[in-house]
């Protein structure tokens, strides 16, 4: 009987031990699980956020973007007769243009095309030369200096505007760097660039002192793609 004793102690020892592991394995799984439930909540729940931030920007109206126009320390409108149209200087030759920044001119022919043509541009950003033969193609142009580059306000009211504006309504929004030439007049960090045509061709320019949705939607109004030396070419 001693013996049978101990058995059953030893086997009900064992089954305790057996059901403790058990359980702790039990517990461990449902902590994993709900630590996994808890990851899944958090990347869904930023996910979730995310897309409704970029609805809510797709979303966003135009005249939302930066100030209003009276608000937008924007020069008078400049203009002066153009030239350059057709005129193409070998590729990798820098030109010297006489504005800043340029709004038409001899160009490369060697024009944006296809995946290289974009709406907002930062340290990607084409030769001037090639943004110029854009111009010639109807492309409103945005040029924004460095000391814009270095506001995240405006670069963010940029960004904004760029996906407002997809590549088909032909509105570029790129940097301008000391290396391209001299800089723009003081408090205005923003030109709007504009080459019209085919007949009594201009070059247009608007700088303003702050991003204005306004300002560039009514810009654009008045300076359509089609109005342009070259309307209609890529």
Request: net charge negative; glycine share 8%; charged share 25%.
């Amino acid at each position: 009987m001693g013996k049978s004793s101990k058995d059953r102690d030893r086997r009900a020892i064992a089954e305790q031990i057996r059901r403790e592991q058990q359980s702790k394995e039990r517990r461990r799984t449902i902590v994993v699980m709900l630590a996994c439930l808890a990851v899944g909540a958090i990347i869904i729940g930023f996910a979730a956020v995310q897309y409704l931030d970029n609805r809510r920007k797709e979303n966003r109206p135009v005249s939302d973007i930066g100030a209003a126009a009276s608000a937008a320390d924007c020069q008078p409108v400049k203009r002066r007769n153009a030239e350059g149209s057709g005129q193409h200087a070998a590729t990798g030759t820098p030109i010297d243009y006489p504005d800043t920044p340029p709004a038409y001119g001899e160009h490369w022919g060697n024009y944006l095309m296809g995946a290289e043509i974009k709406n907002f541009y930062s340290d990607d950003r084409p030769e001037v030369e090639r943004l110029v033969h854009s111009l010639e193609h109807g492309y409103t142009i945005l040029w924004y200096d460095e000391t814009a580059a270095a506001d995240s306000a405006t670069m963010s009211d940029l960004e904004a505007l760029a996906d407002r504006f997809p590549v088909g309504d032909r509105l570029i929004i790129a940097p301008w760097t000391a290396e391209d030439g001299d800089a723009f007049p003081d408090g205005t960090p923003l030109a709007l660039t504009h080459w019209t045509g085919p007949s009594n061709q201009q070059g247009i320019w608007q700088f303003c002192g702050k991003v204005s949705g306004d300002v560039v939607s009514d810009f654009m109004k008045e300076f359509p793609a089609g109005n342009a030396p070259e309307p209609g070419a890529a």
